[in-house]
């Protein structure tokens, strides 16, 4: 299913996190509860290629942040592979897992809690430099961070300044100027500027899309905002409850979703060109991921499920267009598939 | 002034709100002014920092000190509540005017059941029996769409999602049936699905009760479906106001314009968004002139160095108002070069 090829950069095969939530075990015994294990990832797959941007998005709670960490090796997978540039991450020696983090970096959603408060912006955006002996000498470091400032649309002179002196935007640069200076192939930004100003976000998300064009960075972008992941995305992926129900091309996952829980996701995004068209409130909400329906996740909120939905859980299957659906009503062709305006 | 047959649920007059501190007061809400009608839903938007908050809080009197309200007047009902003593202010609030804030958890209690909370304040605000207050806080739960409210009336706000949690904070804010609804960000910690509830909600409570609603977001989504007018706010001042649709398809003031570019949105094709360069200044160094003068890309298109030496006024611009030198009438322009010449 999934195409081998030197343009994929990172290949995600059937990962899986599961996090203990229990008791502890004296009040599991004594209020007779058995062991809670919350699947807060459960089975995704999914290819990036380079230069390309793929965008996880879904409701909260739904594991996006989840994969973010997984991938870059915050947790533990309890299953299934990650592969960077054709690498087994699980198979890597430690030399070699050293190497290869060098080569990817995360950008996180806050960026004042990201930044150490006692240190100095240039010394900040130098610890990468220093950690992955990229640079040594004094005089390469600064030469690196003045123009790894520069890249990012602030000044050399910032440098001697700390991150409380600088606007929720500029410190969000600081970071991304952090991620880059280990020059990086891939990113994973997770809901970058979900914290910002739409005006501020404006300036980030134009930022990355520069910084893309001219270094070829991959990303892994992160964020519940579909305006922005449409602006930002080659292709999107659709969480649900810990499952990709959707994979496809940014233009046709907007104008043509296929399932009905991106169906849904898409008809309440807020009309800001006053159409008129009535946003459809999404009824129900998303259900607690302890106690997950049986079969299709989605089933107790779709207005497609039919017996099938209930006992048996839907599997990505490829779609005409090259994107990806779990969906028995799609695969069955019994929702009408709608036509692109 | 006093021939106008109807006075505006909520008039604002030149309200300015200062902060004192060691290096002297610092303006945060710099005299501005604005009326909500009966039924009408104001959206008031603006970059974070910009005072919308502040604003908000000086109208249902919780402003928190040392903050405080160094001019204007604010009316409800032609009454003035600016200056009334706490006891009577409290009375008014949540029986006139309602609040709604972003996080529906700090609104809460945890410890007491929902149905506690509610009962409690219709008792404070309304004369009716306990057996009375609790069928109207069961009549308020379903209203604002909480399933089984005879039921769940009886359960915790941790037992509550988030999306519900809120729609309990909105029916405490209902419990006295207020005139007025001062919304902070409603929405903002909510996801798509569940925003778009709240709005179909706020909007239907307008449209069959009559309230008035000051909807305080950066959303311009929200406000675009949600409200009548909207305010643009920058650096404590309003910027612009006027009717939703002028204020988004056609907006007047540079900010506005900058701010309405900055925007992404679903299927858009532009490969950047507009960018306004730099940030909103500080609250110690706000530019003199016009706020926005060491952003804004017209200040050379105003003859006399007005933008960097007199601050404008809001003024008729096409159909909203702007504080903008560029909309002072061709024949103003010229008088001021005169009698400067
Ligand atoms: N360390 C942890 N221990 C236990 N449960 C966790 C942990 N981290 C995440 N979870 C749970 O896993 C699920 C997925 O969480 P995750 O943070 O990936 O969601 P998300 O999609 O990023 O949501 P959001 O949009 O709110 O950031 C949630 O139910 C969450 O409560
Ligand atoms: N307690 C305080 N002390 C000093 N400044 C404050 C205080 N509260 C708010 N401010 C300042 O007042 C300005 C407006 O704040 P606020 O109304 O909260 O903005 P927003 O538009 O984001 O809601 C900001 O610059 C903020 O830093
Ligand atoms: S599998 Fe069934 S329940 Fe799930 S989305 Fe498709 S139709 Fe709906
Ligand atoms: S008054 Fe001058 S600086 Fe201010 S918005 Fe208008 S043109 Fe720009
Ligand atoms: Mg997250
Ligand atoms: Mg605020």
Not at chain 1, 206 to 222: A, C, H, S
Not at chain 2, 286 to 291: F, L, R
């Amino acid at each position: 299913m999934i195409k081998k090829s030197s343009n994929v950069l990172l290949e995600v095969i059937d990962i899986a996190k599961e996090f203990d939530v229990s008791k502890p075990w004296l009040n599991r015994v004594i209020e007779r509860q058995e062991r809670q294990i919350l699947k807060a990832v459960d089975g995704v797959s999914f290819t990036i290629n380079r230069g390309e941007t793929l965008s996880l998005v879904g409701e909260s709670g739904c594991g996006k942040s989840t994969v973010a960490r997984l991938v870059c090796g915050l947790y533990k997978p309890s299953r299934g592979s990650i592969i960077f540039d054709s690498v087994n991450m699980a198979d890597a020696g430690a030399d070699e897992v050293q190497q290869l983090r060098k080569r990817f970096q995360m950008i996180f959603q806050d960026p004042y809690a990201s930044l150490n408060p006692r240190w100095r912006v240039g010394k900040i955006i130098a610890e990468p430099l220093r950690v992955h002996k990229i640079a040594t000498s004094n005089a390469d470091v600064k030469q690196r961070v003045d123009k790894l400032l520069t890249q990012v649309g602030l000044s050399p002179l910032d440098a001697e300044k700390f991150p409380h002196e600088f606007s929720g935007g500029q410190r969000q640069r600081i970071s991304i100027a952090r991620a880059l200076s280990s020059n990086p192939e891939f990113l994973v930004c997770d809901e970058p500027t979900s914290a910002l100003d739409v005006s501020v976000q404006a300036q980030i998300l134009n930022l990355m899309k520069d910084l893309q064009r001219e270094f070829g960075l991959t990303y892994l972008f992160i964020s519940h905002n579909l305006a922005v992941v449409s602006h930002i995305s080659t292709r999107v992926g659709v969480m649900y409850l810990g499952r990709l129900v959707e994979v496809a091309d940014t233009k046709r996952i907007f104008a043509n979703p296929q399932h009905p829980y991106t169906q849904m996701l898409q008809s309440a995004i807020p009309d800001l060109k006053m159409t008129g068209k009535q946003r459809t409130p999404v009824a129900g909400e998303v259900p607690n991921p302890l106690t997950p329906p049986t079969g299709c996740a989605f089933h107790p909120r779709c207005p497609h499920a039919f017996e099938r939905c209930k006992t048996e859980r839907p599997n990505l299957i490829d779609y005409e267009d090259g994107g990806q659906v779990a969906c028995h009503a799609v695969e069955e062709k019994r929702i009408n598939i709608r036509v692109a305006a | 002034m006093s021939s106008t047959p109807a006075v505006p649920l909520l008039q604002v007059k030149n309200l300015r709100i200062e902060f004192p501190t060691r290096r002297g007061n610092l303006t945060a809400v710099d005299d501005i002014s604005f009326d909500i009608a009966a039924g009408e839903v104001l959206g008031v938007v603006g970059e974070s920092g910009a005072g919308k908050s502040l604003t908000g809080a000086a109208v249902i009197g919780l402003l928190e000190p040392p903050g405080r309200i160094a001019n204007g007047e604010i009316l409800l009902a032609g009454r003035r509540i600016d200056n009334l003593p706490f006891e009577e202010l409290r009375k008014i609030r949540g029986r006139e005017i309602g609040a709604i804030f972003q996080d529906p958890l700090t609104s809460l209690n945890p410890l007491y059941t929902i149905g506690r909370q509610i009962i409690e304040t219709i008792e404070t605000h309304l004369d009716l029996t306990h057996a009375q207050a609790r069928a109207r806080a069961i009549e308020l739960l379903n209203e604002v769409g909480i399933p089984a409210a005879d039921r769940r009336i009886d359960h915790y706000p941790h037992q509550f999602s988030g999306g519900m949690r809120q729609r309990v904070v909105i029916s405490l804010a209902l419990a006295a049936n207020p005139k007025l609804i001062i919304a902070d960000e409603p929405t903002t910690a909510l996801d798509v699905s569940i925003q778009a509830q709240i709005i179909t909600l706020i909007k239907k409570l307008c449209r069959e009760h009559g309230t008035a609603v000051m909807l305080v977001t950066h959303d311009m989504g929200v406000i675009a479906e949600t409200a009548d007018r909207v305010a643009v706010m920058y650096a404590g001042r309003i910027a612009e106001i006027g009717p939703v649709a002028e204020v988004i398809h056609s907006p007047q003031h540079p900010y506005t314009i900058g701010l309405m570019g900055a925007i992404p949105s679903v299927g858009d094709a532009h490969e950047r968004l507009a960018q306004i360069d730099g940030s909103m200044p500080r609250l110690s160094a706000i530019p003199k002139g016009c706020a926005f003068n060491p952003r804004c890309t017209r200040v050379n298109d105003v003859p006399n160095h007005r933008c960097t030496t007199e601050r404008p006024e809001l003024l008729p611009a096409g159909k909203t108002k702007a504080a903008c030198w560029l909309h002072v009438s061709a024949a103003a322009q010229t008088d001021k070069q005169a009698v400067t010449a």
